[in-house]
């Protein structure tokens, strides 16, 4: 059956005109990054609200960045930057239809654009990029890296913010209206390791107005009845086998 569902998935990337690939943090785990809504995330987490004496949601907030700035890099810089990390299979896989395929993504890590994407639209920003809130100089992250533990603006002495979206923010409009776009006028969308359940993204699969839509997760999702193909595989071995 699934070597069925491979020749089908390929059938249908060779015939598409136009993909987008909405991806979530299942792309990501082979890299060594962690899905903070999984289990293994959720276990961190708890155990992170004891160490920090905050909760994930409160720390990772706009009023906790405002207002507890040099605490919540102390969290930044342990728990949301692996600097280590590298573009696996998948990302790779994937650069290989940049002819025609744009990446819609709920990561922050920046692997897809390392990994040879070159349309990639971060709904939620990304570590690499980051602004002084002063004059808005921009750092990248061996920039930011160099600055820590609490980042300022060697120009102008400014805090510098990452351009991730934290909670209470609302995300880029313009980045999510071309996402909105580019999904409308896919003829196939592929969701890659994500669970269709955090909004706005979950609502990103409502704007696909193409016949196909493929869902790869290891875990169900809301969506999986108005899916083509569903596939309950290791997300980054499988893409690489069937974009190969």
């Known amino acids: 059956m699934e070597n069925e569902k491979i020749e089908k998935l390929r059938k249908l990337i060779k015939e598409a005109k136009h993909i987008v690939f909405l991806t979530g943090a299942g792309i990501s785990k082979p890299s060594g990054i962690p899905d903070i809504r999984g289990n293994d995330g959720l276990s961190k987490r708890e155990a992170n609200n004891k160490k920090y004496g905050a909760t994930y949601e409160e720390i990772v907030s706009h009023e906790y960045f405002m207002y507890e700035t040099e605490k919540f890099y102390k969290y930044y810089f342990n728990e949301m930057i692996f600097k280590d990390a590298k573009p696996n299979v998948a990302h790779q896989a994937l650069a290989r239809l940049n002819d025609k395929a744009v990446v819609v993504t709920q990561n922050i890590d920046g692997l897809h654009t390392i990994g040879g994407s070159k349309d990639v639209i971060e709904i939620h920003g990304s570590v690499n990029k980051n602004r002084c809130l002063n004059c808005h100089a921009f750092y990248d992250l061996k920039d930011?890296?160099?600055?820590?533990?609490?980042?300022?603006?060697?120009?102008?002495?400014?805090?510098i913010k990452p351009e991730v979206v934290l909670f209470n923010e609302s995300l880029n409009e313009e980045d999510l209206s071309r996402a909105v776009n580019e999904i409308s006028k896919a003829d196939l969308l592929i969701c890659i390791g994500t669970s269709l359940v955090v909004n706005p993204a979950a609502s990103l699969p409502y704007y696909f107005l193409g016949r196909n839509m493929v869902i790869i997760n290891k875990d169900p999702t809301p969506l999986d009845s108005r899916a083509s193909?569903?596939?309950?595989?290791?997300?980054?071995?499988?893409?690489?086998?069937?974009?190969d």
């Open 229 to 243: 193909i569903v596939i309950r595989e290791d997300v980054a071995s499988f893409i690489d086998q069937v974009i």
């Open 144 to 159: 930011m890296l160099k600055l820590a533990p609490f980042p300022r603006c060697p120009k102008c002495g400014g805090i």
